[in-house]
Nanobody, 124 residues
């Protein structure tokens, strides 16, 4: 499975961005999809995940209420809508796929495939 993120960039504090992650796999609907981020000098951090089986979602406390994860199985794409962005949201954002997992997972080691990442910079 190949995952390709897009939509990153530079945005001012309080602004919005929408990240996309396109998957090459035709059985995309069988993957729980997650979003993670990694800032320089920090560990990779769980952001959000969405189950393939029932659409159940999970969010990190740091983004709850500001970020929304969604998926379009017909387009093999998962999205991360990011609103009210803060400077501390600056990081490289990665999407990941967890095959046949029905429950959103928070640990990076649970995921089978990763994208190359897209940079998000929040700065005035």
């Amino acid at each position: 499975v190949q995952l390709v993120e897009s939509g990153g960039g530079l945005v001012q504090p309080g602004g919005s961005l929408r990240l996309s992650c396109a998957a090459s796999e035709r059985t995309f609907s069988n993957y729980t999809m997650g979003w993670f981020r990694q800032a320089p000098g920090k560990e990779r951090e769980f952001i959000a995940a969405i189950s393939w089986a029932n659409g159940r979602v999970d969010y990190a406390d740091s983004v709850e209420g500001r970020f929304t994860v969604s998926r379009d199985n017909a387009k093999n794409t998962v999205y991360l809508q990011m609103n009210s962005l803060k400077p501390e949201d600056t990081a490289v954002y990665y999407c990941a796929a967890d095959f046949l997992q029905t429950t959103p997972q928070r640990l990076p080691g649970e995921y089978d495939y990763w994208g190359q990442g897209t940079q998000v910079t929040v700065s005035s």
